[in-house]
């Protein structure tokens, strides 16, 4: 018998069923052991020896592998055909050898699509395990142990309220905090421009002007009201003719097949999915054989693959839409290893796979391949400019038209930001001479915007360029970022958090090599090198410890208060920006209100993290929580009062505490208290006594005529009837949503509920139908962890397992092996003896 280890039991099913009867195949699930999380688990002084640890819930997987390595004659390691796969592969083989079940033959395959054809070619090209490629993935995990177990102890002791540090999650979180303070640092410029608005054959469009009294008009030339409203009146009293038509064709050329990188971007533009659940998607459209390995740098095709998908073209779509020769296309990644194939379906025939939200990842990934091989497509630009007599103003058309569509009829590439820039659509026919009829002249008023901050798609594709971490990570390194509260998300673009903003900080100052984005893209440089074999991977983390270590050392060293001091110097501008009224933007304003002298802020380390605080405590004990005046959803405001309710006649005031600033109202001896919203940026005395006045009735609900209720509560703005809840999106919506909406909110969150009965929870990921029960199968939360349900049979998620991360096939796997073991046996309660009667003394 030969036995056959891969990573997932979905895996395992379909290849067990290409190869003969004398293989086992038997899955892995993922990882079967790691560094345990303590210290000593890298020890740099024994030349960076390393501890492991089989994960608990894997011990009795693990046995099942050993046992049948026994009876095996060959192992075959076939894991996926990436660095974590080879270490896979590698973990299973060291602890086979530990316990004495290797196997004398062993080998390892790789396969870059799980196909007959792919699985079988492979299996007759076995090869031995990439020590280069294991000593990378060593060399990664044991920097990532040393940077986080180092650091975070650091952080804990000398910057309160900070929970971790991860090496490529601080330069992530680096980029989305450069960013914010790119943002508040713009100052916005005025600008004006002038449009005509002219006819021609009926067919309207519009011209704008682009000289004015014989000069060229630049983006910021016209940069008031009166140099526009003057040349406003030019045009207008002007009569325009069309001096000159150009007309230039141009050529689209497709963008190549997907990598993990531009995946995850255009699903995050075209789908609106996060990095994480792309990925989910597409593990589980590769284990279902329907596209090849999702991981990859790499943008070429198989020659085959080529092949298949012109004759696919061809099939679909005329002869003009197939270049003559097939296109082939090379990375501009930085750091690209081009290891495998660029993701693409493994059957150019099968236009659909999946279902849900795979369904449409598939289509995305098909599309985008099937354009890739594709011809360009032709388009025309026509310039058209307009002078007056006196040849000092001109007016410029522009418009575009698509001659032939080529890959357009496919597919096109999304984009973030669009230029405002941007002209497209249709001028009429126009010829030399011509003086099309003015119908009216605009001056449009402008404003210079800041630049856009980071959406997922945009955040990996700037982590790509500038060669930080692998793609494969990214997914994971943005959810830690969000995990530990450093950024939220709004709109789908990331805001930096105070706490994320105030790690930054302390690394930029104290560890500034470390956060650096050359450094980090060089240590990925590095660890390539390893795994080319060129440099052997002890060195790179001696070389790294001999740095890192001492500077940590010192930093630790330091008192608290020295790091605060250090940072409220380095914050300053941020902390205390100038006052409009040019007072000292230190001055305490209590301080100032109780005639107080030397009342001056600072930052200031608490238990719950830091804050700005007044120096003339304990007389003085003014607060404000660490931000910037006039940042974030309260609006920036001091403490104090705000104004006085108009029904009640009772003072609103404005104040922070020990979780953040509210606002307060006391009416009959009674004090109302509400939590001010992050997400209100026009926070003010209106939105104040509407907080204090929740919960809001909504109405009565229409089939049970008891009254729905919109509120705020710990976990965010939600409705309540009858004991059940709904959840919001946002503050606003509290004050907004109308009873049907309400009614279908709530319906929506009780067809959530669910999953065995134990108790309200929403579930954590729904998938397809259970294929023997028929029930849904459901991720649920539970009071002793995670747990998949079709209905009938709860399973427990393993503990190295994300529910987020379970798919379909490893719910139904789970599910399977807990039906087939019958119901769980209660346990006999043990009969209390009898006590014996005390002796008597």
């Not at 086992?24 to 390393?50: C, I, N, Q, T, W």
């Not at 492991?52 to 894991?79: G, H, M, N």
């Not at 598939?362 to 007056?388: C, G, N, P």
Request: aromatic residues 8%.
């Amino acid at each position: 018998m030969q036995l056959v280890i891969v990573e997932s039991p979905a895996k395992a099913k379909t290849i067990e069923k290409y190869l003969g009867s004398d293989f086992k195949v038997l899955a892995s699930y993922g990882h079967v052991r790691d560094l345990p999380p303590k210290d000593g688990s890298v020890r740099p002084d024994e030349d960076f020896a390393m501890d492991w640890e089989l994960y608990r819930d894997k011990q009795k997987r693990f046995k099942e592998i050993a046992d049948a390595a026994k009876d095996a004659s060959r192992l075959v390691l076939a894991t996926d055909p990436d660095r974590e796969g080879e270490a896979i592969s590698w973990h299973v083989q060291e602890l086979l050898k530990k316990r004495k079940a290797l196997p004398a033959k062993v080998d390892r395959v790789t396969f870059n699509a799980i196909t007959k054809n792919a699985v079988t070619e492979a299996m007759k090209s076995p090869r031995e395990l990439d020590q280069p490629l294991i000593d990378a993935y060593l060399a990664r995990r044991a920097l990532d142990y040393l940077f986080g177990f180092t650091l975070s102890p650091v952080l804990w002791r000398k910057l309160p309220g900070a929970k971790s540090a991860g090496r490529v999650q601080s330069v992530a979180l680096r980029l989305i905090v450069d960013r914010e303070r790119e943002i508040e640092a713009f100052k916005a410029d005025e600008y004006w421009s002038i449009v005509a608005k002219l006819e021609q054959d009926g067919t309207e469009f519009d011209a704008r002007l682009v000289k004015f009294e014989g000069k060229k008009l630049d983006k910021l030339t016209l940069g008031n009201e009166g140099s526009a409203l003057a040349a406003k009146a030019a045009v207008e009293g002007a009569r325009f003719t069309v001096e000159d038509i150009e007309t230039k064709p141009l050529k689209r050329n497709p963008s190549p097949p997907f990598t993990t990188s531009t995946l995850q971007q255009e699903a995050a533009r075209k789908l609106g999915f996060s990095a994480s659940h792309t990925m989910r998607c597409a593990q589980s459209l590769y284990e279902a054989g329907a596209i090849t390995y999702m991981r990859t740098d790499g943008v070429q095709m198989d020659a085959g693959a080529i092949n298949a998908l012109r004759d696919a073209i061809g099939d679909r779509y005329d002869k003009a839409y197939l270049p003559e020769k097939p296109r082939f296309y090379a990375t501009k990644a930085k750091n690209a290893q081009e290891a495998h194939e660029a993701i693409r379906p493994t059957d150019f025939r099968r236009d659909h796979a999946g279902s849900g939200d795979e369904a449409k990842l598939y289509d995305l990934i098909f599309k985008r391949a099937m354009a890739s091989q594709m011809a360009a497509a032709q388009l025309e630009r026509t310039t058209v400019t307009l002078r007056d007599p006196s040849g000092q103003h001109e007016l410029r058309a522009t418009g575009q038209v698509v001659k032939f569509p080529g890959f357009f009829a496919v597919y096109q590439e999304g984009f973030d930001d669009k230029s405002e820039d941007d002209e497209e659509g249709l001028l009429p026919v126009i010829r030399k001479g011509d003086s099309p009829l003015k119908k009216g002249v605009e001056a449009n008023q402008h404003f210079t915007q800041p630049p856009p901050r980071f959406s997922e798609a945009s955040l990996v594709k700037r982590l790509e360029e500038l060669g930080i971490g692998r793609p494969s990570t990214y997914a994971s390194t943005i959810q830690t970022l969000r995990d530990r509260d450093y950024v939220r998300m709004e709109k789908n673009r990331f805001f930096a958090e105070e706490s994320g903003r105030l790690l930054t900080a302390f690394l930029e100052r104290f560890f500034p090599n470390y956060v650096a984005y050359e450094f980090t893209a060089g240590m990925e440089e590095e660890l390539d090198t390893v795994s080319d074999g060129r440099e052997a991977y002890k060195e790179l983390l001696s070389k790294f410890w001999a740095d890192f270590k001492p500077k940590a050392d010192e930093v630790m060293e330091k008192l608290p208060s020295e790091v605060t001091e250090v940072l409220d110097d380095y914050l300053s501008d941020y902390l205390f920006p100038p006052r409009e009224d040019g007072a000292d933007p230190r001055m305490c304003p209590m301080c100032r209100d109780e005639g107080r002298e030397g009342g001056r802020l600072a930052l200031r380390g608490g238990r719950f993290g830091a804050f700005v605080a007044c120096n003339n405590y304990p007389e003085c004990k003014y607060t404000r929580r660490f931000a910037q005046p006039g940042g974030g959803g309260d609006g920036g405001a001091e403490d104090g009062v705000m104004g006085t309710d108009p029904e009640t006649g009772a003072e609103v005031h404005r104040k922070t505490g020990r979780f953040g600033p509210y606002v307060e109202m006391e009416v009959d001896g009674a004090k109302k208290r509400a939590s001010i919203p992050k997400d209100l940026d026009d926070f003010d005395l209106e939105w104040a006594i509407k907080l204090l006045g929740l919960p809001r009735i909504v109405g009565a609900h229409p089939e049970t005529g008891k009254e729905i209720e919109a509120a705020i509560g710990r976990y965010g703005p939600y409705l309540r009837h009858d004991g059940k809840y709904g959840k919001l999106q946002s503050t606003r919506d509290v004050f907004e949503v109308g009873m049907n909406a309400a009614v279908s909110i709530l319906a929506e969150a009780a067809n959530r509920k669910g999953g065995g009965g134990r108790g309200k929870a929403e579930p954590i990921k729904v998938l397809g139908a259970h294929p023997t029960s028929g029930g849904e199968i459901k991720v649920m939360p539970g009071r002793y962890g995670p747990y998949v349900t079709d209905g009938n049979v709860n399973a427990t998620i393993p503990k190295d397992v994300k529910p987020e991360d379970v798919t379909e096939a490893q719910a139904i796997e789970l599910i399977d092996a807990r039906a087939a073991k019958g119901p769980a046996k209660k346990k006999r309660k043990k009969s209390t003896a009898k006590k014996k009667p005390a002796s008597a003394k």
